[in-house]
């Protein structure tokens, strides 16, 4: 189904379709006629399906913004997951993890050794000197903010510190590393050379992902990666930027028991920041972090 230069655009802008996505389509089959790996249209979030997101990460930011005040010594998973869910749906959104592939709470918790989806259970209880990852998602009309952050529950370790701050560090070049046309490889490449620098390991099995209209949407998003591989970044893109960094070892493990868990197979720390960007005509906006 060919659209007419002078029909309108299949994004919905209500222009032309000449005067809209005509030369960014028209880029993209070139490129993917040299072999290159392209975007599908559906990863290309249109104006209404940004607004919608755009609404949705101001619930999540706010949530994130509201349990940062909580996340002191004595503080318990199952009071985390209670401010989320009643913080989120005060605001009018909902927590997209709960029963999420049958995710049994309203977000993840990860301490320390976990490396992600950590479970915010009553036997968790924060006490000074732990690292934690708070990672929130937020569903409004349908439409998905997902970010976390990284809280040092009072005084911490300097090692410990210095990972939380590294692998902030890493988010912000992998954010600075994209660029319309470029290449998601790009941005693994800036953040696994700034891990590998300070002598972390970046997860493999676990990365990001597309999102916006769903939880996880296509691309899958790797972190060990070079520049110029992986799929080209076009205009309208939505994805998370969300390594899992790790002290020691590369490897992880699954808690068997509740097929969920992640953790370092060796026990060394792990730290994760999670932003949400949209790749735009000269850069690259951040949607919710
Ligand atoms: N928020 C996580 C991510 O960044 C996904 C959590 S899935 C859940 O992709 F089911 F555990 F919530
Ligand atoms: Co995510
Ligand atoms: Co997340």
Same mark, same amino acid.
């Given at each position: ?7 309108p655009c299949?994004?919905g802008s209500?222009? *032309?379709y000449?005067?809209?996505h005509?030369?960014?389509?028209e ?6 006629s040299m /072999?290159?790996?392209v975007?599908? =249209?559906d990863m290309? *979030?249109?104006p209404?399906?940004i ?7 101001v619930?999540?930011?706010a949530v994130l ?7 002191k010594? !004595?503080v318990? /998973? ?8 009643e913080k989120?749906?005060e605001?009018?959104?909902?927590c997209a993890?709960y =029963?999420?592939?049958?995710y049994p709470?309203? $977000?993840c918790?990860?301490?320390n050794?976990?490396?992600c989806?950590?479970?915010?259970t @009553?036997?968790?209880? +924060?006490?000074?000197?732990d690292?934690i990852?708070v ?5 409004l009309d349908?439409y998905? #903010?997902d ?5 040092c529950?009072?005084?911490v370790?300097?090692e410990?510190?210095? +990972?939380v701050?590294v692998?902030k @560090?890493?988010c &912000? +070049?992998g954010? #600075?590393a994209v660029k319309?046309?470029g290449?998601?490889? &790009?941005v !693994?490449a %800036?953040?696994?050379?700034? %891990?590998?620098?300070? !002598?972390y390991?970046?997860?493999? @099995? ?8 769903e939880?996880? @949407?296509?691309p899958? $998003? ?5 520049? !110029? ?14 390594p899992m $960094?790790?002290?020691?070892g =590369? ?6 028991d ?6 370092t197979? &060796?026990g ?5 920041w999670?932003y949400?960007?949209?790749v735009?005509? &000269?850069?690259?906006? $951040?949607i919710?972090?």
């Amino acid at each position: 189904m060919k659209i007419g230069r002078n029909d309108p655009c299949w994004c919905g802008s209500g222009k *032309k379709y000449k005067s809209c996505h005509c030369a960014n389509d028209e880029k993209m089959e070139k490129l993917k006629s040299m /072999g290159e790996l392209v975007p599908t =249209q559906d990863m290309l *979030k249109t104006p209404e399906q940004i607004e919608g997101v755009k609404k949705a990460a101001v619930i999540n930011t706010a949530v994130l913004d509201y349990i940062s005040d909580f996340m002191k010594p !004595g503080v318990t /998973g199952d009071q985390i997951d209670k401010l989320v869910y009643e913080k989120t749906t005060e605001l009018g959104g909902i927590c997209a993890p709960y =029963q999420y592939e049958g995710y049994p709470y309203h $977000v993840c918790t990860s301490v320390n050794s976990q490396v992600c989806h950590g479970f915010p259970t @009553e036997e968790l209880v +924060l006490k000074e000197g732990d690292i934690i990852n708070v990672d929130c998602t937020t569903i409004l009309d349908g439409y998905f #903010a997902d970010a976390s952050r990284m809280f040092c529950i009072g005084e911490v370790s300097a090692e410990r510190k210095k +990972l939380v701050d590294v692998v902030k @560090e890493c988010c &912000d +070049l992998g954010l #600075a590393a994209v660029k319309p046309w470029g290449h998601m490889g &790009d941005v !693994g490449a %800036a953040i696994c050379e700034h %891990a590998h620098k300070n !002598g972390y390991k970046v997860v493999r @099995e676990i990365g990001g992902h597309g999102v916006g209209c769903e939880f996880h @949407e296509d691309p899958w $998003v790797g972190y060990n990666t070079r520049p !110029g591989t992986e799929i080209v970044l076009v205009p309208g893109m939505m994805f998370t930027i969300e390594p899992m $960094v790790n002290a020691g070892g =590369q490897e992880i493990f699954i808690d068997k028991d509740n097929g969920w868990e992640a953790y370092t197979a &060796d026990g060394s720390d792990s730290a994760q920041w999670e932003y949400q960007v949209l790749v735009t005509e &000269d850069g690259c906006e $951040v949607i919710a972090r």
